[in-house]
């Protein structure tokens, strides 16, 4: 993994240009999906700065999704958290407007689904 005193001085070399931009373009997509994971925080009426908490930020989407909250100890379960994820956001999709299609796009897709979710028209329904 590169560091950022690598970056730059890669950047000044001119040397691995490919790996800089590559960098900068994933560093994008992650603010990208935080900022439309906390947007969708917040329309849901919860703080969006819970996103950035982990294992906060599931209590939060279990919370959104209408899920009991020792449902967090099925996510640390191999194989049956895969399943309970996917109840989780196709009930959080449900909460918005949204299909199951939607909601299996939230946990396979998210960095495209959330943005979509969170600057969207959606609106919550509790």
């Not at 993994?1 to 970056?7: E, R």
């Not at 906390?38 to 209590?59: D, S």
């Not at 449900?94 to 979710?117: R, S, V």
């Amino acid at each position: 993994m590169l560091s950022f005193n690598s970056v730059f001085t890669l950047a000044q070399e001119g040397n691995g240009i490919g790996e800089v931009v590559f960098l900068i373009v994933y560093i994008g997509l992650i603010g990208l999906v935080l900022a439309g994971v906390w947007k969708t925080l917040v329309k849901a009426g919860q703080p969006g700065w819970a996103c950035i908490v982990p294992f906060y930020n599931a209590i939060v989407l279990l919370r959104i999704a209408d899920k009991p909250a020792w449902w967090l100890i099925l996510m640390f379960i191999p194989f049956v958290n895969i399943i309970v994820s996917i109840i989780v956001f196709i009930s959080i999709a449900e909460h918005f407007g949204k299909g199951a299609g939607f909601g299996l796009g939230l946990a396979f897709l998210g960095f495209i689904f959330f943005p979509i979710l969170g600057f969207g028209d959606a609106q919550y329904q509790s």
